[in-house]
C-alpha cells in the first residue's frame, strides 16, 4: 500500500542551524507530495507542496524538492527560528489510480524544538 | 472567514457513552474529511465526504459514523465508545481531492476512561 515514513524525532536545535527532515514515499501511483506543519495546540496547515518529479515547494524559507528517484521529499530550511518549533507532517496523495487516490496519507509526524 | 470550526473542544466519556463531534466549515468546499491523530502515527483517515450527502470510509472507519447533511457540515458520531478512541480528531475540508490543500480544524481532544 501507499506509505509515507519520516525520521525520527524529536529533533532539537539551536536557533540559526540548518534544518533537514528526511521523508520517503511508496506509492502505487502518482503521487502529489505535501508537508503540513501543526503549531502547539493548533490544527495543520500546509507548509508547502510538489505535484510532480524535480518541482520544488518552498514558503517561509523552507523548501523541499519531489525526487522520484529516490522517492523522497525531505523538508530544509537553511536558519531555524525558534518560532519554527513544531510537528511536521509529510503526506502524499495519488493524483491518479491506487486505493489512495485523493486522500492524504501522513507520515507519523517530527517534532521540532529550536532553542535560542 | 472562520475557515474550519470543530466543537467541542474537549470531552471525557465514559465507556459505553455515545457522542457527536461537530465540523463547519464556510469556504463552501465539497469535500471533507474526519481523522484522529495518535502518538507516532501521524493522522489516519476515519471517514470522508465528496459532497452533500455522501459519506465514505476511509482507512479507521469501524467504531465511528458520519453524516453530511449540509455541505458545510460534516458530523462525527462514536456510538458507544471504547478507551481505544482517545485520541485527538481532526476535521478537514478542501475544494477537491487530490493535490489541493486541505483546511485543518483546531481539533477536539476526547478521552475516554
Not at chain 2, 57 to 64: F, M, N, R, T, W
Not at chain 2, 69 to 98: D, H, I
Request: glycine share 10%.
Amino acid at each position: 500500500g501507499d506509505s509515507v515514513t519520516q525520521m525520527e524525532g524529536p529533533v532539537t536545535l539551536s536557533e540559526e542551524a540548518f534544518l533537514t527532515i528526511n521523508c520517503t514515499y511508496t506509492a502505487t501511483g502518482y503521487p502529489s507530495l505535501f508537508w503540513y506543519v501543526q503549531y502547539p495546540g493548533e490544527g495543520l496547515q500546509l507548509l508547502l507542496k510538489a505535484t510532480k518529479a524535480d518541482d520544488k515547494g518552498s514558503n517561509k524559507g523552507f523548501e523541499a524538492t519531489y525526487r522520484k528517484e529516490t522517492t523522497s521529499f525531505h523538508l530544509e530550511k537553511g536558519s531555524v527560528q525558534v518560532s519554527d518549533s513544531a510537528v511536521y507532517f509529510c503526506a502524499l496523495s495519488l493524483n491518479a489510480g491506487g486505493t489512495s487516490y485523493g486522500k492524504l496519507t501522513f507520515g507519523q509526524g517530527t517534532i521540532l524544538t529550536v532553542h535560542p | 472567514n472562520a475557515g474550519v470550526t470543530q466543537t467541542p473542544k474537549f470531552r471525557v466519556l465514559k465507556t459505553g457513552q455515545s457522542m457527536t463531534l461537530l465540523c463547519a466549515q464556510d469556504m463552501n468546499h465539497e469535500y471533507m474529511y474526519w481523522y484522529r491523530q495518535d502518538p507516532g502515527m501521524g493522522l489516519r483517515l476515519i471517514h470522508y465526504s465528496v459532497g452533500e450527502g455522501t459519506t465514505a470510509k476511509g482507512e479507521v472507519p469501524d467504531g465511528y459514523n458520519v453524516s453530511r447533511l449540509k455541505k458545510q457540515n460534516f458530523l462525527l458520531g462514536l456510538e458507544s465508545a471504547a478507551p481505544s478512541q482517545t485520541s485527538v480528531y481532526f476535521c478537514a475540508s478542501s475544494y477537491r481531492m487530490g493535490v489541493y490543500e486541505q483546511y485543518f480544524g483546531p481539533g477536539t481532544r476526547l478521552t475516554v476512561t
